[in-house]
């Protein structure tokens, strides 16, 4: 009997039943006498070796497996890793068919323009765009002195920050201006293009001797079109009024800021005392012979000039023992003023050279008071301080509404400069840094390294 299992006993387990059938077989026992032995085998496995023990759980069933809570697993993973038969990894990873993953938000990618010196030129904000040409004629004046007195690194940083800091600026007020101009009815706008073209009218007249072609060619210059520069110019009137009206309610000034300004500028809201300059003068140059400057002439020549100057100072001091300062003045004297009696008209300080040492003599004397003839390095003079006018100081009830005008003023500004900035920060630009490196380049080539004329620095910033 090789199969040594029964009632579910596995093989090679040997209870008291099978010991005894091999006894009886080793033995050659008879058959009755086998079977009632097995008999009694059976009997004694049956109460004893085939019983259950009490208190002993049922079998698991294999069909149903135990699931456990996740504090137990928790638990039982805890204990593994304290015997160190698991080794700590990190947190279980759930596979994509188990739960479906939520969808990732990322932001929109830039735009980016393709390389080359037409896109590097050209800054996209959101749907405008901006060029180096815009952002750098605001900027002309203070580039062409930077680039005179700079070395070449340092005028390429400076730059660089106002660039920087104008790009800023234009951005906001596309913005500002885009927000003002959906608010604004179509009537409005019609105001709006009125007054942009009464104001380039009256530019064009006043710094282009009413010439388009003339203002045409500066803006050519500067690589900008007539257009561009229509549209600057609305941009500005709208960005301005929209913001005055948006931001005004938040501009306040209480009664003692106005007093603590006043005090601490108490000198702007001062006008300091003036005296009357009369001179009668008589330069050496005036005395030299016709056609003679006093750098080519003889030592003699000059000589001869000084005596003269002298003889005729004398004679027009003497003069005034009987006749009035400003008749004499007409009468002798060889300066500018002669024709106004000697009359420089009031002064408040000095003169610079060569009339410093003469003026300030004034502010010496009483009204009314006259010199004596006095030689300079120039000629003689005879100097009288005519009216004196006292410093007067306007009262804080004078000026109190100026100043609460200014201190408004002031606040608006930086209103106004926080809000374009909070919505620049907003806004989608492609390639900044690429765009700053072109503008810096075109700032150091012509025309922006050479000053402006002079009645084209009022244009528009």
């Keep these: 009997m090789r199969d040594e299992s029964y009632c579910g006993v596995v093989s090679g387990e040997t209870g008291p039943w099978l010991q005894g059938v091999r006894a009886v077989i080793l033995a050659g026992?008879?058959?009755?006498?086998?079977?009632?032995?097995?008999?009694?085998?059976?009997?004694?496995?049956?109460?004893?070796a085939c019983t259950k023990p009490r208190g002993a759980p049922p079998p698991p069933d294999a069909r149903r497996p135990e699931l456990?809570?996740?504090?137990?697993?928790?638990?039982?993973?805890?204990?593994?890793?304290?015997?160190?038969?698991v080794v700590p990894t990190s947190a279980p990873v759930i596979l994509a068919g188990h739960r479906r993953a939520a969808p990732v938000r990322r932001p929109p990618a830039p735009i980016t323009p393709t390389r080359g010196a037409i896109e590097a030129e050209i800054l996209l904000v959101n749907e405008d765009q901006v060029t180096t040409a815009e952002i750098l004629y605001p900027l002309r004046e203070g580039l062409a002195e930077a680039r005179r007195t700079q070395t070449e690194r340092g005028f390429a940083e400076q730059a660089a920050r106002w660039i920087r800091s104008e790009i800023q600026q234009e951005i906001g007020r596309l913005l500002v201006y885009r927000e003002a101009m959906a608010a604004l009815e179509e009537r409005q706008q019609e105001v709006v293009e009125k007054v942009v073209e009464r104001r380039l009218q009256e530019q064009i007249t006043r710094d282009f001797g009413g010439s388009t072609a003339r203002l045409d060619k500066h803006l050519q210059r500067y690589g900008l079109t007539m257009e561009q520069y229509r549209m600057?110019?609305?941009?500005?009137?709208?960005?301005?009024?929209?913001?005055?009206?948006?931001?005004?309610?938040?501009?306040?000034?209480?009664?003692?800021?106005?007093?603590?300004?006043y005090r601490e500028n108490s000198a702007r809201y001062c006008t300091p005392g003036t005296r009357e300059l009369l001179v009668i003068e008589a330069p050496f140059e005036r005395f030299l012979p016709e056609g003679t400057t006093w750098r080519l002439a003889s030592e003699q020549v000059r000589a001869r000039a000084r005596l003269d100057a002298m003889r005729h100072i004398r004679r027009a001091h003497a003069a005034l023992q009987d006749q009035p300062f400003a008749q004499v003045a007409r009468e002798f004297s060889r300066g500018l003023h002669a024709e106004n009696g000697g009359s420089w008209g009031q002064i408040g300080q000095p003169l610079q050279p060569p009339y410093d040492t003469v003026s300030k003599l004034i502010f010496e004397f009483d009204q009314g008071q006259c010199?004596?003839?006095?030689?300079?390095?120039?000629?003689?003079?005879?100097?009288?301080c005519g009216k004196i006018q006292a410093e007067q100081r306007r009262s804080f009830g004078e000026v109190q509404e100026e100043i609460r005008?200014?201190?408004?003023?002031?606040?608006?500004?930086?209103?106004?400069?926080?809000?374009?900035?909070?919505?620049?920060?907003?806004?989608?630009?492609?390639?900044?840094?690429?765009?700053?490196a072109a503008a810096v380049r075109r700032a150091a080539s012509e025309p922006w390294s050479r000053p402006p004329a002079r009645a084209q620095q009022r244009l528009l910033p």
């Design 232 to 261: 600057r110019l609305r941009r500005s009137l709208v960005v301005s009024q929209y913001t005055r009206e948006k931001l005004m309610p938040q501009a306040h000034v209480r009664r003692d800021e106005l007093l603590a300004y």
């Design 68 to 85: 456990k809570t996740q504090e137990q697993l928790a638990a039982e993973r805890s204990a593994r890793i304290r015997d160190g038969t």
């Design 29 to 48: 026992m008879s058959r009755r006498a086998w079977f009632c032995s097995a008999i009694g085998v059976v009997a004694v496995w049956l109460s004893g």
């Design 405 to 436: 005008q200014q201190l408004i003023e002031q606040q608006l500004n930086r209103l106004t400069a926080r809000y374009i900035v909070g919505l620049a920060e907003k806004a989608t630009i492609s390639s900044p840094d690429q765009f700053i």
């Design 371 to 384: 010199s004596a003839p006095l030689e300079t390095p120039t000629g003689w003079y005879i100097v009288k």
